[in-house]
């Protein structure tokens, strides 16, 4: 029973993560590329 439950819980949240991931790309193309600056500075 709770398998089941948290199985659900996990996909909805998976669904609703890639909406929202969908929704992100749709408004900035590039944030699957996204490369920090942080990154790169390295004191």
Same mark, same amino acid.
């Given at each position: 029973? +709770?398998?089941?439950?948290?199985?659900?819980?996990?996909?909805?949240?998976?669904?609703?993560?890639? #909406?929202?991931?969908? +929704?992100?790309?749709?408004?900035?193309?590039?944030?699957?590329?996204?490369?920090? #600056?942080?990154?790169?500075?390295?004191?």
């Amino acid at each position: 029973m +709770l398998v089941m439950l948290a199985g659900l819980l996990a996909l909805s949240l998976h669904a609703a993560v890639a #909406d929202r991931i969908e +929704l992100l790309r749709e408004v900035h193309p590039r944030i699957r590329c996204r490369r920090p #600056d942080r990154s790169h500075r390295r004191p």
